[in-house]
């Protein structure tokens, strides 16, 4: 995450800054029939969950949704986001409390025990039991975004593609890691495997399968066979060895599920964030929308696609119209204005960046271009550090400046100083001229004492 206090610090108060899309707690205006925007009914539906009730909850409901969380905070403005956050979860389970799922939370001071039992680690993250699973929310905590989360937990793990139609659907998904693998039949074992890793990856990982010749031959799929599409390539991989077991799925798309190019979503940004390549992410602000956001993402599409089979380049595509209220910080965090493209570099501990410099703010960069640029990331010419560097040698020319400063100053004190020497030999100097002049004086007087003493002689 950009340079906050920590994660799950973040993943908090994201609940509190982002509420639930506004009217989904507090009505703004009369709704006309079919868009009456849920409201909380102030009914308790969250349980506090503790070493007596645990075993109870999770046997109730087919899927568990807990919200981990540390003590009780003091402050008014902490407590305030910890009651927006319980909102948050009494919204949804209010709206999904005939689908079979239960909520709760859990105090990491007071229920220590019962989180250590269930595995709960990370304070300010929602865990779902599902089965035996044990999947983690890594989205933004907001009803709609939870909602649609789970929703997606109910749906099976694997969706069956059975004409063309469905097909151009499944080819439109482009922004999703997807599979798809072409089987017999439902009863297929090897559909069996299939389905299971499905399960171990949902719904963050969208799978799909056909059992329609036609279709399998439109994919240019055999039979067994499963390909690995990545995000925004136009041509997917075959998995090698088939047919599959469930492990060699599970462990061919560990290792590949880092995309070349990939959308900062609501449903998994804590994830995206913090899946960094040495503590640095390339990321890229465009908007879909605007014409020039628009032809900086097909230039960014057209370097990952050429560029895919280089396993350390990773960059992250943000929609700033997916996000309003981050734009403000991000563009004082960052220094940059999001309503132009912009690519850059950003290290995920201190929100350090460097971006992309665009010669021409009309022209944007052409794809070799961008390729140089992100070549210069790749091999560290261009990086965090050097801004670090920068910014001291900043520091370093102002001291220098303080330093000629005090210099100066000290030369002006030793003029000062000599000037003050000359005015006082003046002084001295004419204060010895006019003692000479006193002494002629008397000189003066003594004489005619003489002359008058010369006189009185002559008379006699």
């Given at each position: 995450?950009v340079?906050?206090?920590?994660t799950s610090?973040?993943?908090?108060?994201?609940?509190?800054?982002?509420?639930?899309?506004?009217?989904?707690?507090?009505?703004?205006?009369?709704?006309?029939?079919?868009?009456?925007?849920?409201?909380?009914?102030?009914?308790?539906r969250?349980?506090?969950i503790?070493d007596?009730?645990?075993?109870?909850?999770?046997k109730?409901?087919s899927?568990?949704c807990?919200?981990?969380?540390?003590?009780?905070?003091?402050?008014?403005?902490?407590?305030?986001?910890?009651?927006?956050?319980?909102?948050?979860?009494?919204?949804?389970a209010?709206?999904?409390?005939?689908?079979?799922?239960?909520?709760?939370?859990?105090?990491?001071?007071?229920?220590?025990?019962?989180?250590?039992?269930l595995?709960?680690?990370?304070e300010?993250?929602?865990?779902v039991?599902?089965?035996d699973?044990?999947?983690?929310?890594?989205?933004?905590?907001?009803?709609?975004?939870?909602t649609?989360f789970?929703?997606?937990l109910?749906?099976?793990?694997?969706?069956v593609i059975?004409?063309?139609?469905?097909?151009?659907a499944?080819?439109?998904?482009?922004?999703d890691?997807?599979?798809?693998g072409y089987?017999k039949?439902?009863?297929?074992e090897?559909?069996?495997?299939?389905?299971?890793?499905?399960?171990?990856?949902?719904?963050?990982?969208?799978?799909?399968a056909?059992?329609?010749?036609?279709?399998a031959?439109e994919?240019?799929l055999k039979?067994?066979?499963?390909?690995?599409?990545?995000?925004?390539?136009?041509?997917?991989?075959?998995?090698?060895?088939?047919?599959?077991?469930?492990?060699?799925?599970?462990?061919?798309i560990?290792?590949?599920?880092?995309?070349?190019?990939?959308?900062?979503?609501?449903?998994?940004?804590?994830?995206t964030?913090?899946d960094?390549?040495e503590?640095?992410?390339?990321?890229a602000?465009?908007e879909?929308e605007?014409?020039?956001?628009?032809?900086?993402?097909?230039?960014?599409?057209?370097?990952a696609?050429?560029?895919?089979?280089?396993?350390e380049?990773?960059?992250?595509?943000?929609?700033?119209?997916?996000?309003p209220?981050?734009i403000?910080?991000?563009e004082?965090?960052f220094?940059?204005?999001?309503?132009?493209?912009q690519?850059?570099?950003?290290?995920?501990t201190d929100?350090?960046?460097?971006?992309m410099?665009?010669?021409?703010?009309?022209?944007l960069?052409?794809?070799?271009?961008?390729?140089?640029?992100?070549e210069d990331?790749?091999?560290?010419?261009?990086?965090?550090?050097?801004?670090?560097?920068?910014?001291?040698?900043d520091?370093?020319?102002?001291?220098?400046?303080?330093?000629?400063?005090?210099?100066?100053?000290?030369?002006?004190?030793?003029?000062?100083?000599?000037?003050?020497?000359?005015n006082?030999?003046?002084?001295n100097?004419?204060?010895?001229?006019?003692?000479?002049?006193?002494e002629?004086e008397d000189?003066d007087?003594?004489?005619?004492?003489d002359?008058?003493?010369?006189?009185?002689?002559?008379?006699?």
């Amino acid at each position: 995450m950009v340079s906050t206090p920590g994660t799950s610090q973040a993943r908090q108060s994201s609940s509190y800054a982002f509420v639930s899309a506004g009217r989904s707690l507090f009505p703004l205006a009369p709704a006309e029939k079919g868009l009456e925007f849920p409201q909380y009914d102030g009914k308790d539906r969250v349980l506090d969950i503790n070493d007596k009730n645990y075993k109870k909850a999770l046997k109730k409901d087919s899927m568990v949704c807990l919200f981990y969380h540390g003590p009780i905070p003091d402050s008014k403005e902490q407590q305030k986001q910890h009651q927006m956050t319980e909102l948050v979860l009494e919204l949804v389970a209010q709206v999904l409390e005939e689908k079979d799922i239960g909520f709760g939370m859990v105090d990491s001071h007071k229920d220590a025990k019962v989180a250590k039992k269930l595995g709960l680690e990370e304070e300010g993250s929602v865990y779902v039991f599902k089965d035996d699973r044990v999947i983690e929310f890594d989205g933004l905590l907001s009803a709609n975004t939870l909602t649609e989360f789970l929703l997606d937990l109910l749906e099976e793990p694997v969706e069956v593609i059975g004409n063309a139609l469905e097909l151009r659907a499944f080819d439109r998904m482009e922004e999703d890691i997807r599979l798809i693998g072409y089987f017999k039949s439902e009863d297929s074992e090897h559909y069996e495997a299939f389905k299971e890793a499905a399960e171990q990856f949902q719904p963050y990982i969208k799978f799909f399968a056909t059992f329609v010749k036609s279709v399998a031959k439109e994919l240019t799929l055999k039979m067994n066979e499963v390909d690995f599409y990545e995000p925004f390539m136009e041509e997917p991989v075959t998995i090698p060895g088939k047919p599959h077991s469930e492990e060699d799925l599970v462990e061919f798309i560990t290792e590949h599920r880092r995309p070349t190019l990939r959308k900062l979503r609501a449903e998994d940004m804590f994830e995206t964030w913090e899946d960094d390549i040495e503590g640095i992410h390339i990321v890229a602000f465009a908007e879909e929308e605007d014409p020039d956001g628009y032809e900086f993402l097909e230039i960014l599409k057209e370097v990952a696609r050429d560029n895919t089979h280089l396993p350390e380049l990773s960059i992250v595509w943000i929609d700033p119209d997916d996000f309003p209220l981050l734009i403000p910080y991000w563009e004082k965090t960052f220094k940059v204005d999001l309503f132009r493209p912009q690519i850059g570099v950003v290290n995920v501990t201190d929100a350090d960046s460097v971006w992309m410099e665009m010669d021409d703010e009309e022209d944007l960069p052409t794809p070799k271009e961008l390729e140089d640029w992100i070549e210069d990331v790749l091999s560290g010419k261009v990086n965090t550090e050097d801004d670090d560097e920068e910014d001291d040698d900043d520091d370093d020319d102002d001291d220098d400046d303080d330093d000629d400063d005090s210099e100066d100053d000290e030369d002006d004190d030793s003029e000062d100083d000599e000037d003050e020497d000359d005015n006082n030999g003046d002084d001295n100097d004419e204060e010895d001229d006019g003692d000479n002049e006193d002494e002629d004086e008397d000189d003066d007087d003594e004489d005619d004492d003489d002359e008058d003493d010369d006189d009185e002689d002559d008379d006699e």
